[in-house]
């Protein structure tokens, strides 16, 4: 996988990643490593409920925000922080096929979004989406699910 860092929409660096993605029933975990294997950077688990939804689990500092489907019908599980450091605040988007698709700082303004995956460049369409302001941007509309 590669990753590429943005700050508004200039590009700083790109980041190879190694993804280890395992699928135990319902459940799929999706891991990530430094190019060597070496460092593990972090870890989600995601598991499809009979009603078709997803749920993260194991992962208490982050909460659901929303579930919406956009280019190509690709599921965007959007994911933000729970009480963040004041500069550490942001989001996560989930895909339950490709795993991590992007993540952003709210305070510094910078995103990191998936460039290419399994050595394909991923479409410039999907990069325009991760960067649309209903992904980018804090959800002061939070709405605790019951």
């Known amino acids: 996988m590669e990753f590429s860092d ?10 190879s990643q190694i993804l280890i993605k395992s699928t135990f029933g319902d459940t799929t975990t999706f891991s990530y490593f430094d190019s060597l294997m070496a460092e593990k950077y972090r870890s989600y688990s995601l ?5 078709g939804s997803f749920e993260l689990l194991k992962h208490p500092h982050l909460r659901s925000v929303n579930e919406f489907k956009g280019l190509d019908s690709i599921l965007y599980l959007k994911y933000e922080f729970i009480n963040p450091p004041m500069d550490g605040d942001g989001a996560v988007i989930l895909n339950p096929e490709l795993g991590e698709i992007a993540s952003y700082s709210y305070t510094w303004g910078n995103s990191f979004l998936l460039t290419k995956y399994n050595g394909q460049q991923v479409p410039q369409e999907l990069i325009e989406t991760l960067f649309s302001d209903s992904l980018s941007s804090p959800n002061y509309y939070y709405e605790e699910k019951k």
Not at 6 to 15: M, V
Not at 47 to 51: C, E, G, L, M, T
């Open 47 to 51: 598991v499809k409920s009979q009603n």
């Open 6 to 15: 943005f700050g508004g929409r200039h590009l700083y660096k790109t980041e």
